[in-house]
């Protein structure tokens, strides 16, 4: 119908014959649909920044804390530990199939040096299937091996902070000797930049044969602090969880709900913080709802002035013979175009805003935040204009021709 | 615009009775009107202010319903009609010329013309066309793109005559019309008003001017709400044409 058209065109001449007025009204729901694209930026960003540093403890891991706590099974108290026969155990294909790698881990805090730079980096001794489990890719050189393991070789894969740190620009570091603490280790290779993940850099790591490290470094002991333990698939990390239970159950004497050890599931941990930030985002959201709705209450308050304003207008209208009908769709087109124009210049001014990093936060884009905030601009623009231009549409037209 | 059902009066109100509400009773406005305005009449109604005048020009607009009494314009009975019928008989049957003028400022004297055809459904080349045909007849085809603010008031006025013979009315329905005109621009109108009137316009202009009400075919007076005398005239013509 060529009326449609007509209409919208009508309604644009309404819009634009007050520009100030109407520029006003657009910016309340500007400022409320930004607000929502940015608010709800900003969950999501912050909950992809606590996904990130939950996905740099690696793929399909679990983790297993022992800090040597004392288990008391029946009468007998007895000092358990994460040692090497748990690593042999949980290797092994038939306790637990769906296990795909166990990493026995130290961890040790030392101070790197290379002629006169130091730098100040966590040192992990471990096996080569800790890299793989971690996620690090070797970037040049080597990734320790079986060899050097059982060689108890002092070799070291240097993080990229730590590389960076250490050397000039320019200069290879492969074949090196650096020092870590006390004692001197040959850089066999380099680690690809994994990147800051906000909580720790992931970086600042020197990586050793946990031999090594504990010859040159820590000492001689029979247990580790932690296992790092892949899983053969996401699907089956929790299977994988239960098997590593059970058998350091098994080692252990004990059962596994009194297990002295902390097995920590990379994907319920991930779903924990997904849910809170998910949580976080709905609450902002809300926030920035409220502002769309003042927004909204400035686009029915225009409205109902535009129609005051324009009652004889109205009454000339339905002289000439305009029915209700459109006399209702004129003004609902007028508010919807308000709204729907200060919804796209919001959408627009959003998008500009999450691009800038606020409160430490990187803003990501949700991709469905977009349609939603011109869905409910449009929404707005519908109800707002709704009951204004029912006010219209039933003016006797005896009445708003004598309107003064 | 002369169609067969000429025989049929274009207004018949009988008995026509409108009163308001003031407090515990009623004003009337209207005191039992009985009034047939044929085709081609040229009828001025006149009276002071207060007389029911504009109250009866509501009704007969189909602005507002007789509180009793009957109206019938060409045969029909306006009182059975839906919004939706009276849209389209405002739009379609009776064109409306006012006192001030009432253009819609934003739109330009060619676009004000072509609103009730925009009303009527009728596509946009064949609107151009009519509202131009339209403005041509009341001189004002170079003026047609002219926002209604660069309008002198005989200009606007005329316009708005534009505007309302464009869907072809039966009834030209004039409220006051010169009343916001210096007597010169008043004096074009009428020449105006004669020219359609020769043409076969039925008319119905209220005023409260002799000199305007002379150049009707025909005179109804109402006072207090009544019509006190009707009588045929021989209508003043245009001394001159008009010019824009």
Redesign the interface.
């Known amino acids: ?3 449609v058209l ?1 209409n919208v065109r009508m309604a644009l ?2 819009v ?2 007050n520009w100030p007025r109407t520029l006003l009204t657009m910016l309340g729901v500007l400022i409320g649909v930004a607000s929502v694209i940015v608010l709800l930026a900003i969950g999501t960003g912050s909950s992809e920044a606590i996904q990130n540093s939950i996905e740099s403890l690696g793929t399909n891991t679990l983790t297993v804390f022992s800090a040597g706590q004392f288990s008391s099974s029946g009468s007998s108290v007895r000092f358990t530990q994460l040692n090497a026969q748990s690593v042999r155990l949980l290797s092994s294909r038939q306790n637990a199939p769906d296990v795909k790698s166990v990493s026995p881990v130290i961890t040790t805090s030392q101070t790197a040096t290379y002629g006169s730079s130091t730098y100040t980096t966590s040192v992990i001794g471990s096996t080569p299937s800790y890299l793989a489990a971690s996620n690090y890719t070797v970037a040049s050189g080597r990734a320790i091996t079986s060899a050097d393991v059982a060689t108890h070789a002092p070799v070291v894969d240097l993080g990229a902070s730590v590389a960076s740190g250490l050397f000039a620009t320019g200069s290879d570091p492969l074949g090196q000797q650096v020092t870590l603490g006390n004692a001197r280790f040959t850089v066999v290779g380099l680690l690809a930049a994994k990147g800051s993940s906000g909580l720790s850099n992931a970086d600042a790591v020197a990586i050793a044969p946990y031999t090594a490290v504990e010859d040159q470094l820590t000492g001689e002991s029979t247990s580790f602090s932690e296992l790092l333990v892949q899983g053969r698939s996401a699907a089956t990390l929790g299977l994988a969880q239960s098997e590593v239970e059970e058998v350091l159950a098994a080692q252990n004497d004990t059962t596994v709900a009194n297990l002295p050890f902390t097995v920590l599931n990379q994907a319920s941990l991930i779903s924990t913080a997904t849910s809170s930030a998910n949580t976080f985002t709905t609450l902002l959201g809300w926030v920035a709802a409220v502002s769309l709705l003042v927004g909204a209450i400035g686009v029915m308050n225009i409205m109902l002035v535009t129609v005051t304003e324009r009652t ?2 109205i ?10 009908s ?1 006399v209702l769709s004129q003004f609902l087109v007028e508010s919807t175009v308000i709204s729907l124009l200060g919804g796209v210049l919001g959408a627009l001014a959003g998008i500009g805003v999450s691009r800038l990093t606020i409160a430490g936060v990187k803003p990501v884009l949700a991709s469905y935040s977009i349609p939603m905030a011109l869905g409910v601009a449009l929404g707005v623009g519908v109800l707002a204009g709704l009951y204004p231009a029912y006010r219209a549409a039933s003016l ?3 009445d708003a ?1 004598r309107y003064e | 615009m002369i169609d067969a059902r000429d025989d049929v009066p274009v207004i018949a109100l009988s008995h026509v009775v409108k009163s308001y509400p003031v407090g515990e009773g009623e004003v009337l406005a209207v005191r039992d009107v009985s009034l047939v305005v044929r085709r081609g009449e040229f009828v001025a109604i006149v009276g002071a202010s207060g007389s029911g005048k504009s109250t009866l020009m ?1 009704i007969t ?1 189909c ?2 319903f007789p509180t009793r009494g009957h109206y019938r314009l060409e045969g029909v009975n306006i009182r059975e009609l839906g ?2 019928d009276l ?2 008989i ?3 049957r009776i ?2 010329v ?1 006192q001030g003028f ?1 253009l ?4 330009s004297a060619l676009q004000n013309v072509e ?2 055809l ?4 009728m ?2 080349p064949e609107r151009r066309r009519r509202a131009g045909a339209a403005l041509e007849i009341v001189g004002l085809v170079d003026h047609a793109a002219f926002l209604p603010n660069r309008l002198s008031g005989g200009q606007q006025q005329r316009v708005a005559v534009a ?1 309302a013979i464009a ?1 072809n009315p039966a009834l030209i329905l004039a409220d006051e019309p010169t009343g916001a005109l210096d007597t010169r621009a008043s004096a074009e109108l009428m020449a105006l008003f004669s020219q359609l009137h020769a043409h076969g316009r039925t008319i119905v202009m209220i005023t409260h001017e002799r000199e305007i009400a002379a150049y009707a075919s025909r005179v109804v007076e109402l006072r207090d709400g009544a019509v006190i005398s009707d009588r045929e005239q021989v209508p003043t013509t245009a001394a001159a044409g008009f010019s824009g």
């Open positions: 119908m060529s009326t007509d001449r309404g634009a014959s004889r207008e009454g000339v209208r339905k002289a000439i013979g305009a029915r209700q459109v006797r037209p005896v021709l | 509501s607009g602005l507002d919004d939706r849209s389209r405002r739009n379609t064109g409306f006012f009432n819609i400022p934003r739109m609103l009730p925009v009303y009527a459904g596509r946009a505007r869907t």
